[in-house]
Nanobody, 115 residues
Framework: VHLVESGGGLVQPGGSLRLSCAASRFTFNNYFMSWYRQAPGKERELVALISSGGGRTNYADSVKGRFTISRDNAKNTVYLQMNSLKPEDTAVYYC?????????WGKGTLVTVSS
């Protein structure tokens, strides 16, 4: 399994970013995919997940209505569109795959929301 996140950066409050996670070395369209985040001094938390076909999604209450998870199975890529960003969204964002109880992670991409 190989997961590579990109798209993070510095954005002002109220701004938008789109994160991407390029996946390889497994059959991408067979699995749910998730985005997690970890803020400084806090535990890693689930942000959003999407079913293998993309028809089902779920979100943390803190991001509902602002973030959208999607996937392109032809490109083996999962996305996280983040709108109306707040300072409390500042974190390292990680792509996640769970297979038979085993977690696989990318190295993460840093999102900083600050004026």
């Amino acid at each position: 399994v190989h997961l590579v996140e990109s798209g993070g950066g510095l954005v002002q409050p109220g701004g938008s970013l789109r994160l991407s996670c390029a996946a390889s070395r497994f059959t991408f369209n067979n699995y749910f995919m998730s985005w997690y985040r970890q803020a400084p001094g806090k535990e890693r938390e689930l942000v959003a997940l999407i079913s293998s076909g993309g028809g089902r999604t779920n979100y943390a209450d803190s991001v509902k209505g602002r973030f959208t998870i999607s996937r392109d199975n032809a490109k083996n890529t999962v996305y996280l569109q983040m709108n109306s960003l707040k300072p409390e969204d500042t974190a390292v964002y990680y792509c996640n795959l769970k297979v038979r109880g085993q977690d696989y992670w990318g190295k993460g991409t840093l999102v900083t929301v600050s004026s």
